[in-house]
């Protein structure tokens, strides 16, 4: 090679060497110059981790519920990104999350307190909360009024909560006070503790303890540990702000302050249908009587399609779960089958448990699938439990005087204000089927309507008592009826070992 073709090859190759290095360095600048959201779009998922509590997120009938995942999910929307959940086991799982950078940002309900404030960022603050002292309430016992009436006594606490450190603050050596701390429990459980007497005091959330404590009969609030402290989602301590910026201007919205309200109506005014003895004696029927009679309504699950809490409310609506019932007007057994539905399902003695079961599941279903299809759901179902009570042809009267009155016949808020006036002359004399007692079907329907939402919520308790974790989520969200069953059983074989 001649020394000009030389030196213009070499010219070349450092003019190339120097346009790829300029190209490296502008591509290395620009990803150390990309902020959090811009790469949270680009990846076109955000990133949150929860806990597993009725304040954050849960299954509910097979699908994903909970304050913290719906407003989680609807900023997900907000950014134009896929909401993707982890589920920490207990809190110090949760902040380790978000200190590995597996996680955007928390959002379990927790306490912007000055410890955390000095480890997290927080977003905004969207509810106010503190710790409070819980007890049972006995005859003669007298409300705790200051730390110093729990001297001597056993508290319990989750680890690595806010309710820990505002403890651990106030008790001093001479207190005497036994503070348990449970990795293996939750709130829930806690409640449960301290309403059972294993425990003589509990310290949570006071939201939390005002959506559970209906659930636990003479549990009461003592007092609260400090003033109140807001409640916002965490994120890592960073230079960028940018995810922090667009929850302010995501919080900052009419719709999303909308959202909220909305939210904490459907998940923080929850309330035990029952009273004080009614819940007594649904968990002690529950155990007592419902457990042996649950093959039956296990096999009646996939024989029908109906999902167990619907046919185990109804079961108890009917009998309190009794085989032997018998009402005045001669109908009997656990479903308490008339003689002419029992017929029809060729039911021969309706004292016998699994025969009444079964068979008032079928004429259910019978019922039902007479219920016109173009009605929706739920009202599809609370029609045939009101036909299931006072017979299709007393509902079909109710339903066309519903249109009659201006009302919807296809909608059972509407046919529901309507039912009663069978039992009124000047309407009941003009209906083909005559007179009929309105007012029950309409009491038969919300009274169903409370024992699913009680049931459902025992029957999670019994699942997260005797399941493992995988099982429980497996239990909550079974794709059949036949994994359903399995699941259900061995729930059931822990609390009566010889199903």
Same mark, same amino acid.
């Given at each position: 090679?001649?020394?000009?073709?030389? /030196?213009?090859?070499?010219?070349?190759?450092?003019?190339?060497?120097?346009?790829?290095?300029?190209?490296?360095?502008?591509?290395?600048?620009?990803?150390?110059? @990309?902020?959090?959201?811009?790469?949270?779009?680009?990846?076109?998922?955000?990133?949150?981790?929860?806990?597993?509590?009725?304040?954050?997120?849960?299954?509910?009938?097979?699908?994903?519920?909970?304050?913290?995942?719906?407003?989680?999910?609807? &900023? @997900?929307?907000?950014?134009?990104?896929?909401?993707?959940?982890?589920?920490?086991?207990?809190?110090?799982?949760?902040?380790?999350?978000?200190?590995?950078?597996?996680?955007?940002?928390?959002?379990?309900?927790?306490? /912007?307190?000055?410890?955390?404030?000095? =480890?997290?960022?927080?977003?905004?603050?969207?509810?106010?909360?503190?710790? /409070?002292?819980?007890?049972?309430?006995?005859?003669?016992?007298?409300?705790?009024?200051?730390?110093?009436?729990?001297?001597?006594?056993?508290?319990?606490?989750?680890?690595?909560?806010?309710?820990?450190?505002?403890?651990?603050?106030?008790?001093? #050596?001479?207190?005497?006070?036994?503070?348990?701390?449970?990795?293996?429990?939750?709130?829930?459980?806690?409640?449960?503790?301290?309403?059972?007497?294993?425990?003589?005091?509990?310290?949570?959330?006071?939201? &939390?303890?005002?959506?559970?404590?209906?659930?636990?009969?003479?549990?009461?609030?003592?007092?609260?540990?400090?003033?109140?402290?807001?409640?916002?989602? =965490?994120?890592?301590?960073?230079?960028?702000?940018?995810?922090?910026?667009?929850?302010?201007?995501?919080?900052?919205? *009419?719709?999303?302050?909308?959202?909220?309200?909305?939210?904490?109506?459907?998940?923080?005014?929850?309330?035990?249908?029952?009273?004080?003895?009614?819940?007594?004696?649904?968990?002690?029927?529950?155990?007592?009587? &419902?457990? /042996?009679?649950?093959?039956?309504? =296990?096999?009646?699950?996939?024989?029908?399609?109906?999902?167990?809490?619907?046919?185990?409310?109804?079961?108890?609506?009917?009998?309190?779960?009794?085989?032997?019932?018998?009402?005045?007007?001669?109908?009997?057994?656990?479903?308490?089958?008339?003689? #002419?539905? @029992?017929?029809?399902?060729?039911?021969?003695?309706?004292?016998? @448990?699994?025969?009444?079961?079964?068979?008032?599941?079928?004429?259910?279903?019978?019922?039902?699938?007479?219920?016109?299809?173009?009605?929706?759901?739920?009202?599809?179902?609370? &029609?045939?439990?009101?036909?299931?009570?006072?017979?299709?042809?007393?509902?079909?009267?109710?339903?066309?005087?519903?249109?009659?009155?201006?009302?919807?016949?296809?909608?059972?808020?509407?046919?529901?204000?309507?039912?009663?006036? =069978?039992?009124?002359?000047?309407?009941?004399?003009?209906?083909?089927?005559?007179?009929?007692?309105?007012?029950? *079907?309409?009491?038969?329907?919300?009274?169903?309507?409370?024992?699913?939402?009680?049931?459902?919520?025992?029957?999670?308790?019994?699942?997260?008592?005797?399941?493992?974790?995988?099982?429980?989520?497996?239990?909550?969200?079974?794709?059949?009826?036949?994994?359903?069953?399995?699941?259900?059983?061995?729930?059931?074989?822990?609390?009566? *070992?010889?199903?």
């Amino acid at each position: 090679m001649i020394p000009t073709q030389k /030196a213009n090859f070499l010219r070349e190759l450092i003019l190339t060497l120097l346009v790829l290095g300029l190209v490296f360095a502008v591509v290395v600048i620009s990803l150390n110059n @990309a902020t959090q959201l811009s790469l949270i779009k680009n990846q076109g998922k955000l990133r949150v981790a929860t806990l597993n509590s009725p304040m954050t997120w849960y299954l509910q009938r097979g699908e994903p519920a909970g304050f913290e995942y719906e407003l989680a999910s609807a &900023f @997900a929307d907000y950014l134009g990104v896929e909401l993707e959940l982890s589920v920490s086991r207990d809190y110090p799982d949760l902040f380790q999350t978000l200190n590995n950078r597996s996680a955007h940002l928390l959002a379990a309900n927790l306490l /912007a307190t000055d410890q955390r404030r000095q =480890l997290f960022f927080t977003g905004p603050i969207y509810r106010e909360s503190n710790s /409070a002292v819980i007890y049972r309430q006995r005859q003669g016992r007298r409300a705790p009024q200051s730390m110093d009436d729990l001297k001597g006594s056993r508290i319990g606490v989750l680890p690595g909560t806010s309710h820990e450190s505002s403890l651990r603050a106030l008790i001093t #050596a001479e207190d005497n006070i036994d503070l348990v701390i449970d990795e293996e429990r939750d709130s829930i459980d806690l409640l449960r503790a301290v309403h059972e007497g294993e425990l003589d005091y509990t310290v949570v959330d006071t939201f &939390f303890f005002g959506t559970q404590r209906s659930f636990f009969p003479g549990l009461q609030k003592a007092f609260s540990l400090g003033d109140p402290i807001p409640v916002s989602w =965490l994120l890592s301590l960073q230079r960028d702000t940018s995810l922090i910026n667009a929850l302010q201007d995501f919080f900052s919205e *009419p719709e999303t302050q909308t959202l909220i309200s909305e939210l904490e109506a459907r998940y923080f005014t929850q309330e035990n249908p029952l009273n004080f003895f009614d819940t007594l004696s649904f968990r002690s029927h529950l155990s007592e009587r &419902f457990l /042996a009679l649950a093959p039956y309504f =296990l096999q009646a699950v996939e024989n029908t399609g109906f999902d167990l809490s619907l046919l185990a409310a109804v079961g108890y609506q009917e009998s309190h779960w009794n085989p032997d019932a018998v009402s005045p007007t001669g109908v009997r057994g656990v479903m308490m089958l008339t003689n #002419a539905a @029992a017929s029809e399902v060729g039911i021969e003695d309706r004292t016998d @448990a699994e025969q009444s079961i079964l068979g008032g599941a079928q004429y259910l279903l019978n019922v039902k699938q007479r219920i016109p299809e173009r009605i929706p759901e739920p009202d599809h179902t609370w &029609f045939a439990l009101a036909a299931y009570n006072i017979g299709y042809g007393h509902l079909e009267d109710a339903r066309r005087l519903t249109q009659q009155l201006g009302g919807d016949p296809d909608r059972w808020a509407d046919v529901r204000t309507h039912l009663p006036k =069978l039992a009124q002359e000047r309407y009941y004399t003009q209906l083909r089927h005559g007179y009929a007692r309105g007012h029950e *079907p309409v009491r038969y329907v919300d009274n169903i309507r409370r024992y699913i939402d009680v049931f459902e919520w025992e029957y999670q308790l019994l699942a997260r008592e005797s399941l493992e974790p995988d099982d429980a989520d497996l239990l909550l969200n079974a794709d059949s009826a036949e994994d359903f069953r399995d699941i259900s059983e061995k729930v059931l074989r822990n609390f009566a *070992p010889s199903l």
